[in-house]
């Protein structure tokens, strides 16, 4: 009598679980732990690199000022003042509603209660201000500005708010009200009268204090609210700001038509905003500002010729651009450590089916089918496989509630079917073929090696496919996922690993003869089981291969976002610190050029002069560039300890004779030679010779093509823009002191503070996080897969160990040849790692740049390493010694002989 699938021999049926996992309910219940492992991690980094592009995006919005979260309508008033219709203040306030429904009808997400309008005047000259308003012989400048929610904004502390203008002998008398800084700066009080030009005069009749400072109101009048000072052209002055009453709007838009502004500001809703909707935000912002002229109109008559723009617009410009690196580079590696995750699925099935061998050869020869096997091993795993999956999934939705990306599902549903699958369609297959207990032969070892040639010829076809494709179309767009081309971390390694599993045998058998040769037993044994084992070791170290191709991925992707940040600090920077800019207005006299010296962390010091010269004499031969005035020795003192190119300060020697010898770019050297050497600096003609070129160098614009002249030969100069600096641990805040007294309004950046900014940027960080966690994920993989294959091994290994000490070997050489056995494999699949690294490096190069990432402006690209796959092989090595110490310690409680009669 037979009995059916599922039932006892006796036909009754098999109780609950057993029926479904039978004899390998423990390889099922480490079939779920894998599969709950590969499907969170298939899940989580999809959902992780969202959630954490979210947090980048609401924290690069969070740190924006104040008055950025705005969309701003613009208008002449001379253009708006044409329109005829009602009184003005009305269609003011009708043309700030009319706004507001366009906006949100674009889909621009303003806060119409929050928005307000307001006029700027022309820019005038004061006179009779507390001699604190002037600086040097530059007056004043002042706006008049008008809001229709400046008392929402301020708060009257002194005097009475401004209502309107009056007339007196032909002069106009402005009511204004000041904040107390502009009232401070210029000594005026309530009841101060000043002139601001022919025939006007400001009457201060109150003070106002600002209030709701949080909100994008002052940012947005930030002259009237604080004075501000300007530097043009080496010349500084300040401007300020003073609120007219609503009666006097049209007469202060008058005193300068043609420069008055009317605006209507209308703040954002970005605080829920997630990384996905970036791009769709950016993408209404530039939609509403290009048809602003187009598509709107003033109370319905004639078409006005609105700017709209937005503060948001650059910085989502920038996240956009960056965001678009990431993803590409995100799917790479998302679907690579799926890939590896299968593989390690197919071990864990291989584990399975290894412990139901017996079990299902016994159903398939009482007569069951390979479809009732396969169906019966389904239905038991997934007992154990959904459960694990749903557990997974819940857990990564949990930890990143704001990643909701359709990725991570398609991932984990790919993970869990291929988990269901697997087992089912293998027992399927050996029921099929077997009938019996006795195992079916699948033809000689010659169809079998062409079986298996046929199998790699496949692989590496479609690896090389992918990477074809890879380097024809490039990385994925974002929001786009080609699963062969996003493989491409796998697909590189797949040849690489296919060619390692073929050199190990004959390798292994060169080895073992060599160690034949000598005395030494240990080394042969273990040289002889690790050849006779190859086949078995064969898939392991293949898995191995990809998943520290994976590893590789991840910390090259960081370690080049950080390189390209540092290179980044420096391009920024030009030395360690630099006072002004090769461009800048803020002259840097002796007295500020001695203070940056005196500093105790400065130890050189180089001062740098900038100016424009005309090619040929008096520019006759057409064309400019920059002359970079330099002290050569100071110079290259101060760039020797960065990583810039030495700078050769011995070919700008002084010489008695001949033209001075300068160092130009390759564009400049092409139009020295088609002048004969001649420059013209302002009213100077110099001739000089070109002793050597410069790709680029810190004192030149980026960008401009570029003379260096020795300071020496340039005769007199003005006081310098940008002074570098050479030193360690300066100090930001002791420069801006000491220059607030000699240089008020330069700027000071520092190397080491860029650098620290730059890795602090919210989305490179996001990113880094996202690729530590990819190549600690591929590690987790490299750790299965060791124990994965150290528990298939392990009856084998207890039995060969047990003849060994039978043999005569001491437990101590035992422990030696099982440690040396493993040996070659993890060498082998340390080698393979290493070399699709490189070899990743060198084909993604061309398609990859990481410069949005890193404020590099040179392409940021993949630095090919080794410490990342190097670091995880000594971790597998560890791990594979404790788990054989483990195993060993649990196989010492069966004794040698019975370990020997079961073997027979």
């Known amino acids: 009598m037979t009995s059916s699938p599922g039932t006892t021999q006796h036909g009754r049926p098999t109780p609950?679980?057993?029926?479904?996992?039978?004899?390998?309910?423990?390889?099922?219940?480490?079939?779920?732990?894998?599969?709950?492992?590969?499907?969170?991690?298939?899940?989580?980094?999809?959902?992780?690199?969202?959630?954490?592009?979210?947090?980048?995006?609401?924290?690069?919005l969070l740190d924006l000022p104040v008055g950025a979260a705005t969309v701003t309508a613009d208008i002449d008033y001379g253009d708006y003042a044409g329109f005829t219709g009602s009184r003005l203040g009305q269609r003011l306030a009708a043309t700030r509603q009319q706004l507001a429904r366009f906006l949100t009808g674009q889909g621009v997400p303003v806060r119409p209660a929050t928005a307000w309008t307001e006029l700027s005047s022309g820019t005038l000259s004061l006179t009779g201000a507390g001699p604190g308003?002037?600086?040097?012989?530059?007056?004043?400048?002042?706006?008049?500005?008008?809001?229709?929610?400046?008392?929402?904004?301020?708060?009257?502390?002194?005097?009475?708010?401004?209502?309107?203008?009056?007339r007196q002998a032909g002069t106009t008398i402005f009511q204004v009200a000041l904040t107390p800084a502009s009232a401070r700066l210029f000594a005026l009080h309530v009841g101060s009268r000043l002139s601001v030009g022919p025939g006007e005069v400001l009457a201060v009749t109150g003070i106002i204090t600002p209030v709701d400072t949080g909100s994008a109101f002052w940012p947005q009048l930030a002259s009237a609210a604080t004075p501000v000072l300007i530097s043009v052209n080496q010349t500084s002055y300040w401007l300020g700001g003073a609120f007219v009453g609503p009666r006097e709007l049209a007469a202060a838009a008058a005193v300068d038509e043609q420069a008055s502004e009317l605006s209507?500001?209308?703040?954002?809703?970005?605080?829920?905003?997630?990384?996905?909707?970036?791009?769709?935000?950016?993408?209404?912002?530039?939609?509403?500002?290009?048809?602003?002229?187009?598509?709107?109109?003033?109370?319905?008559?004639?078409?006005?010729?609105?700017?709209?723009?937005?503060?948001?617009?650059?910085?989502?410009?920038?996240?956009?651009?960056?965001?678009?690196?990431?993803?590409?580079?995100?799917?790479?590696?998302?679907i690579s450590l799926v890939v590896v995750g299968l593989v390690?699925?197919?071990?864990?099935?291989?584990?399975?089916?290894?412990?139901?061998?017996?079990?299902?050869?016994?159903?398939?020869?009482?007569?069951?089918?390979?479809?009732q096997l396969g169906w019966l091993v389904l239905r038991g795993e997934a007992l154990v496989v959904l459960p694990a999956a749903a557990i997974a999934v819940g857990l990564a939705v949990a930890l990143t509630p704001t990643g909701g990306t359709a990725l991570a599902w398609w991932l984990a549903a790919l993970t869990t079917g291929c988990a269901l699958a697997a087992p089912a369609l293998l027992a399927a297959r050996r029921g099929a073929d077997r009938r019996s207990v006795r195992p079916v032969v699948h033809g000689g070892p010659r169809l079998r090696a062409t079986r298996r040639v046929i199998a790699e010829l496949t692989l590496t076809a479609c690896a090389v496919a992918g990477l074809v494709l890879l380097e024809e179309q490039g990385l994925p767009t974002a929001g786009h996922v080609n699963v062969l081309t996003s493989a491409a971390p796998v697909l590189i390694a797949v040849p690489v690993a296919i060619v390692v599993i073929r050199l190990c045998p004959a390798l292994l058998h060169v080895f073992r003869h060599l160690a034949a040769s000598g005395r030494g037993l240990v080394a042969f044994l273990a040289l002889a089981r690790a050849a006779q084992a190859g086949r078995r070791a064969l898939l392991p170290v293949f898995a191995?291969?990809?998943?520290?191709?994976?590893?590789?991925?991840?910390?090259?992707?960081?370690?080049?976002?950080?390189?390209?940040?540092?290179?980044?600090?420096?391009?920024?920077?030009?030395?360690?610190?630099?006072?002004?800019?090769?461009?800048?207005?803020?002259?840097?006299?002796?007295?500020?050029?001695?203070?940056l010296a005196a500093e105790p962390a400065v130890r050189a010091i180089a001062p740098v002069i900038e100016e424009q010269a005309q090619i040929g004499e008096y520019g006759m031969n057409g064309g400019s560039l920059s002359v970079v005035v330099v002290s050569p020795r100071q110079y290259a003192a101060v760039l020797a300890d960065t990583p810039n190119p030495a700078f050769p300060a011995s070919a700008l020697a002084r010489t008695d004779t001949g033209p001075p010898p300068v160092l130009v770019s390759p564009a400049a050297a092409a139009a020295l030679r088609r002048s004969g050497g001649v420059l013209t600096i302002g009213t100077r003609t110099f001739r000089v010779t070109v002793a050597g070129q410069l790709a680029s160098t810190p004192a030149a614009p980026a960008g401009m093509p570029f003379v260096v002249l020795p300071l020496w030969a340039a005769g007199p100069v003005p006081p310098p823009t940008l002074v570098l600096l050479e030193g360690h641990g300066i100090s930001q805040g002791e420069f801006s002191a000491a220059l607030a007294r000699t240089a008020p309004g330069a700027t000071v950046t520092v190397q080491s503070a860029e650098l620290a900014a730059l890795r602090a940027a919210p989305l490179p960080r996001a990113t880094v996080q996202v690729y530590t966690a990819g190549a600690a994920a591929g590690a987790l993989f490299c750790a299965l897969i060791v124990l994965i294959s150290?528990?298939?091994?392990?009856?084998?290994?207890?039995?060969?160990?047990?003849?060994?000490?039978?043999?005569?070997?001491s437990g101590s050489q035992v422990q030696r040849v099982s440690a040396l056995e493993l040996s070659p494999f993890v060498l082998a699949a340390a080698v393979g790692g290493t070399i699709a690294t490189a070899a990743l490096a060198a084909l993604l190069n061309p398609v990859l740049n990481l410069s949005g990432l890193t404020a590099s402006a040179q392409a940021a690209q993949l630095q090919s390493g080794i410490l990342a796959p190097l670091l995880t092989v000594a971790g597998l090595v560890v791990l594979a010694a404790v788990t054989m110490l483990g195993q060993r310690a649990a196989a010492r409680r069966h004794a040698v002989s019975e370990a020997l009669r079961v073997s027979q």
């Not at 809703?269 to 602003?292: D, H």
């Not at 699925?345 to 479809?371: C, F, N, P, Q, V």
């Not at 998943?547 to 920024?572: K, N, Y």
């Open 16 to 60: 609950g679980w057993r029926m479904l996992t039978g004899s390998g309910t423990g390889a099922s219940v480490a079939l779920g732990l894998l599969v709950l492992v590969t499907v969170f991690v298939a899940a989580i980094l999809p959902r992780v690199s969202e959630s954490l592009q979210t947090d980048a995006l609401r924290e690069t």
């Open 133 to 166: 308003s002037t600086i040097g012989t530059s007056e004043l400048q002042l706006q008049l500005d008008w809001s229709d929610e400046l008392m929402r904004y301020a708060r009257l502390t002194a005097g009475r708010w401004p209502v309107g203008d009056t």
């Open 264 to 334: 209507w500001v209308y703040s954002l809703e970005v605080r829920n905003v997630t990384a996905p909707q970036a791009a769709t935000l950016l993408s209404t912002l530039t939609g509403v500002a290009s048809q602003g002229a187009s598509r709107l109109t003033s109370l319905g008559s004639v078409g006005a010729n609105f700017i709209i723009s937005s503060g948001l617009t650059p910085t989502l410009t920038t996240f956009v651009a960056g965001q678009a690196t990431v993803l590409a580079l995100s799917s790479l590696l998302f």
């Open 344 to 371: 390690a699925l197919l071990m864990g099935t291989r584990l399975i089916a290894d412990r139901r061998r017996a079990e299902l050869a016994t159903m398939a020869a009482r007569g069951a089918t390979g479809s």
């Open 544 to 595: 191995l291969v990809l998943a520290l191709a994976v590893v590789a991925f991840g910390g090259a992707v960081v370690r080049s976002i950080d390189q390209g940040e540092t290179a980044g600090a420096w391009q920024l920077t030009g030395a360690d610190a630099a006072v002004g800019s090769p461009t800048g207005t803020v002259a840097l006299p002796p007295a500020a050029q001695h203070a």
């Open 790 to 809: 150290l528990i298939l091994d392990a009856r084998s290994r207890e039995l060969t160990d047990a003849r060994l000490v039978s043999m005569g070997l």
